[in-house]
């Protein structure tokens, strides 16, 4: 069992930066991608960014060049530094990893970016 805890979310004015955590219950960052999605309201949950074990990152295309994923083993904890946020990020962000064949999901934070 895998517990996944997200935090970092909250009202920001476009332009301004967040940065969310991921908080893992257990040690799988050194063996286990990890990912960050987004629920926008009215749409579908999209992938925003993933790091490999070998901290190979990959982006959605809306965020490349604003937001930096990154991965602390020894804490457990995986982050999302959002900068230049834009309305359009305003979302649930959510963490996720997939152990051992089963998918694990956070409960979400939600980001708004006022205009």
């Known amino acids: 069992q895998v517990q996944l805890v997200e935090s970092g979310g909250g009202l920001v004015q476009a332009g301004g930066s967040l940065r969310l955590s991921c908080a893992c219950s257990?040690?799988?960052?050194?063996?286990?991608?990890m990912s960050w999605y987004r629920r926008a309201p009215g749409k579908q949950r999209g992938l925003v960014a993933r790091i490999t074990t070998g901290a190979i990152t990959d982006y959605a295309d809306s965020v490349k060049g604003r937001f930096t994923i990154s991965r602390d083993n020894a804490q457990n904890t995986v982050y999302l530094q959002m900068n230049s946020l834009k309305p359009e990020d305003t979302a649930v962000y959510y963490c996720?990893?997939?152990?051992?064949?089963?998918?694990?999901w956070g409960q979400g934070t939600q980001v708004t970016v006022s205009s």
């Open positions: 257990r040690n799988i960052l050194s063996s286990n991608e």
């Open positions: 996720y990893a997939d152990y051992f064949g089963s998918p694990y």
